[in-house]
């Protein structure tokens, strides 16, 4: 398997603890933080491939350290918290999370989620595209060998899961897909009541490539099917 970085940053030293066992146990390397402000210190001393963030931090809190970090890195990020308000996974997604788990967690879980989402953002993967990497509708251009997005000239920054979405939408361009499809080949399981999930993730894609977000000229819905991206020549 690859050689994958990943930090681990949690207040509670003893789920550092445990969970850098499972990790190293599963081949990765764990760098450990206990705080926000050594999470992001780390990330930039260091090459990290996806972050397990926990929400409830000293110094500076998960939500605001997701912040920051998102300026500057798309790795995939795992937001965990003993939260378990369908609003704190709604803001934890808004500020840029890839996926959510709650405390106490299922630890077989957590692992299948770090495997997928590191599977799904580091692998290209076979697909339909042009042999280039490049889609491109109208303005809007995504080179998959560089994992890339620009508008009109303008490089646009994505997380890994808004990468994943608009990939999906640009390898159908015109074809309509409903959260549940996008979720299921997005996030690798099973859909359950994820529209506003989806949703959040389209609408904070929508605020970095559409001018008028209101009247998008990219991604649109489908009202009561889903979504899709425009094709223009």
């Avoid at 076979?126 to 009109?152: C, F, H, W, Y």
Wanted: aromatic share 6%; hydrophobic share 40%.
């Amino acid at each position: 398997m690859e050689h994958y970085h990943i930090l681990v940053a949690d207040d509670d030293r003893e789920i550092v603890d445990s969970l850098s066992r499972l990790l190293e146990l599963e081949g990765y390397e764990v760098l450990r933080a206990y705080d926000g402000m050594e999470a992001l210190k780390i990330l930039e001393e260091n090459e990290i491939h996806l972050l397990i963030l926990d929400i409830m931090m000293p110094r500076l809190d998960g939500l605001s350290t997701l912040q920051r970090l998102r300026s500057r890195h798309n790795i995939p990020v795992i937001m965990l918290s003993a939260k378990t308000e369908e609003n704190d996974k709604v803001i934890g997604l808004s500020v840029g999370a890839d996926d959510y788990v709650t405390k106490p967690y299922n630890t077989a879980e957590l692992m299948a989620r770090v495997k997928s989402q590191l599977r799904r953002y580091f692998s290209l993967g076979a697909s339909a595209a042009p042999a280039d990497g490049i889609l491109q509708t109208g303005g809007l251009i995504l080179n998959r060998k560089t994992k890339e997005m620009s508008v009109d000239g303008s490089l646009v920054r994505l997380t890994a899961t808004e990468y994943r979405i608009m990939e999906l939408l640009m390898e159908n361009m015109g074809t309509v897909f409903s959260a549940e499809e996008i979720y299921n080949h997005c996030w690798g399981e099973e859909a359950f009541s994820v529209e506003n999930t989806v949703m959040v993730h389209i609408r904070r894609i929508r605020e970095k490539i559409e001018i008028d977000t209101k009247n998008p000229k990219y991604l649109k819905v489908v009202w009561g099917i889903g979504y899709k991206v425009e094709k223009y020549e």
